[in-house]
């Protein structure tokens, strides 16, 4: 009964790479959320998907950031050129329904050199 | 412009001690306030309320809402160093779909 996975749990890139962060949502949820977190702030909501569709992506840049959740696989958080400042720790979230308690996955840290 | 403040920042206590950690917030069509407890992995969730004065209990932990006032408590009695991690408290909306998130407070049990 696996919960929320998310992979790479480490992420080292470069400057102007690109960063794929992957999350499955636990087994029968098909709500999932992207946050970050910058050191000593809180979570910060980026986006809300469900299968195939973005909802709501009030909380991501405009540019270099992209979410999508396909029909089958992971739900993908893609981060292109990367700078310093996207170090983070980003958190994938699922739930069964929206408005239901949201249950996390243990993040992926990017680290941008 | 925040949303959700929690308070104090951080806090260290010895173990045995009750605390109580506090989370004000400012929405405009609240829906309910959750408490997670984040050590160094995934925040783990701990409660859901969305009505005023009932208090959720669970083992040492009980946490309880004021929607008149606007904030909620998340108490800890007899700490252990277990205990230590960050709890973050969020608030839902009726309208909107993400959880507003407080920076946390630290919370350090010491032996």
């Known amino acids: 009964n696996a919960g929320v996975m998310q992979n790479p749990r480490h992420l080292v890139r470069r400057r102007g790479q690109e960063a794929r962060l992957r999350c499955s949502p636990m087994?029968?949820?098909?709500?999932v959320y992207w946050y970050r977190q910058l050191p000593e702030e809180g979570l910060k909501f980026m986006v809300y998907?469900?299968?195939?569709?973005?909802?709501?992506e009030s909380g991501m840049p405009k540019e270099r950031f992209s979410a999508e959740f396909p029909k089958e696989g992971p739900s993908i958080l893609r981060i292109q050129q990367v700078v310093r400042g996207d170090s983070a720790a980003y958190f994938c979230?699922?739930?069964?329904?929206?408005?239901?308690?949201?249950?996390f996955g243990p993040g992926t840290r990017l680290t941008v050199l | 412009e925040d949303k959700v403040v929690q308070s104090p920042l951080s806090l260290v206590v010895h173990e045995g001690d009750t605390v109580t950690l506090n989370c004000s917030y400012e929405?405009?069509?609240?829906?309910?306030l959750l408490w997670y407890k984040q050590e160094k992995k995934a925040p783990t969730f701990l409660f859901m309320l969305?009505?005023?004065?009932i208090e959720k209990k669970s083992g040492r932990l009980s946490s309880i809402l004021d929607k008149k006032e606007l904030f909620s408590i998340l108490n800890i009695t007899a700490t252990q160093t277990g205990d230590s991690a960050v709890y973050l408290c969020?608030?839902?909306?009726?309208?909107?779909?993400?959880?507003?998130f407080g920076t946390g407070t630290s919370l350090t049990v010491i032996p």
């Open positions: 979230a699922s739930s069964p329904r929206p408005r239901n308690e949201q249950f």
């Open positions: 087994k029968g949820h098909s709500h």
């Open positions: 998907l469900q299968k195939e569709n973005i909802i709501d």
């Open positions: 929405v405009t069509n609240f829906r309910s």
């Open positions: 969305t009505s005023s004065g």
């Open positions: 969020a608030v839902d909306e009726n309208t909107g779909n993400q959880f507003y």
